[in-house]
């Protein structure tokens, strides 16, 4: 996924690249929030109370889900920022880009 932001972020203009940077920050947060689950999972673990798997499986799959959609978001902004002025393209944003 970082490979995907970097990527994005090259191909966007200067005064666009913040966006990437923003999204990076973003996952960045989010997998210190894994870290941190992991963590108290691992406490909980040693005073042997039992982690709820299906608890543990959907906390795992709404957090890359919730990545997923952000990912997608940035690079149909990125689509809309390199098609900006081509008139035949038909915008992800109808209110467009600046």
Same mark, same amino acid.
């Given at each position: ?9 090259? !191909? ?6 913040? *966006?990437?940077?923003? %999204?990076?920050? =973003?996952?960045?947060? @989010? &997998?210190?929030? =894994?870290?941190?689950? !992991? !963590? ?5 673990? %040693?005073?042997? *109370? ?8 959907? @906390? @795992?799959?709404? =957090?890359?889900?919730?990545?997923? *959609? *952000?990912?997608?978001?940035?690079? #149909?902004?990125?689509?809309? =920022? &390199?098609?900006?002025? &081509? #008139? ?11």
């Amino acid at each position: 996924m970082y490979n995907r932001i970097e990527n994005l972020r090259d !191909r966007l203009p200067e005064n666009h690249k913040n *966006i990437a940077v923003l %999204t990076s920050h =973003i996952f960045e947060a @989010f &997998d210190s929030l =894994i870290e941190e689950h !992991r !963590r108290y999972a691992g406490v909980r673990a %040693t005073a042997k *109370i039992q982690p709820n798997p299906y608890e543990e499986k959907t @906390f @795992f799959e709404t =957090i890359n889900q919730v990545k997923q *959609i *952000i990912l997608s978001e940035l690079e #149909k902004t990125a689509e809309d =920022i &390199d098609h900006r002025g &081509d #008139k035949y393209w038909e915008k992800n944003y109808p209110d467009g880009v600046e």
